[in-house]
């Protein structure tokens, strides 16, 4: 399955830095580093090409209800249940609606990335094309101009900006949106925006899948690619939280009323 031009075994120790490749060094016994190498899984979860529209839309339908994560699950399991059938019938889309809003509301990673992720690992049974497909899907996110879908009716609001977020944390990825549309976070515009961003993410790794259905994916970006830089998993835009202008938490966090 793999296609790679270079596998996890590549990236090595050398001349005081990891070489290119897609790998973590760990630990074994005595301390001696041992390579983490991919490796195949069984699943029995099938996959069957799937229509882009059909999958924009009811990812967009489905935001308003379940937000992120479950959207981008519904978008691509509900074609999947009609399609394939199997495991996907039991599949239960609104156990992962928590990644929402960056983990429960956390700002961290788009809940968007996960649940596209979580299909892309069902359905591939192979770390590094899995791994592979969801670095792509990484750099969509963080380096197009978004959200590009447009909705047959729009559900909620009217919206102008597309933005790029050059990240795929949540609350720079929506802040920076947020700003060039000119609301806030708890508006039916920023619901908006956040509905068809779900839509085009789910696309994307339809679009993904489809091409890895019929043995012609081919990974498009390095993974792991600032973990060589860096010497840490990371990114290079530390500056958007770590600047002169982070909030300052309070000294006590008081429980919330729903």
């Keep these: ?38 490796y195949g899984y069984s699943s029995d979860f099938k996959y069957a090409k799937l229509d882009l529209d059909e999958v924009g839309q009811i990812a967009y339908e489905n935001y ?21 059938g199997g495991s996907w019938k039991d599949f239960p889309i609104d156990a992962y609606r928590w990644g929402h809003g960056g983990l429960a509301g956390w700002g961290a990673l788009c809940g968007t990335l996960p649940g596209a992720g979580i299909v892309i690992g ?28 447009t909705p047959k009716k729009i559900l909620k609001a009217e919206i102008h900006q597309m933005t790029i977020a050059k990240t795929p944390v949540c ?9 060039s549309e000119g609301v806030g976070f708890l508006t039916p515009e920023r619901a908006e925006r956040c509905a068809r961003l779900s839509a085009n993410i789910a696309m994307e790794a339809a679009r993904m899948l489809n091409e ?6 081919k990974p498009r970006h390095r993974p792991l690619f600032n973990l060589v830089e860096n010497g840490i998993t990371s990114q290079n835009n530390c500056i958007d939280c770590h600047g002169q202008n982070v909030p300052a938490p309070p000294e006590e966090y008081q429980v919330l009323d729903k």
């Design 212 to 217: 890895w259905v019929e043995g012609k994916y």
């Design 122 to 149: 069902l359905v591939t049974r192979d770390t590094d094309t899995a791994e592979a497909m969801v670095n792509d899907l990484a750099f969509y996110y963080s380096y197009t101009e978004l959200p590009s879908y």
């Design 64 to 84: 308003f209800k379940r937000w992120c994560t479950s959207t981008v699950l519904a978008g691509l399991v509900e074609p999947l249940r009609k399609k394939v």
């Design 1 to 38: 399955m793999k296609n790679f031009s270079f596998s996890r075994r590549d990236l090595l120790v050398g001349a005081g830095k990891l070489a290119a490749g897609a790998a973590v060094l760990s630990l074994g016994a005595g301390g001696a580093a041992r390579e983490a190498w991919g």
């Design 171 to 179: 609350h720079i990825s929506v802040g920076r949106w947020m700003a």
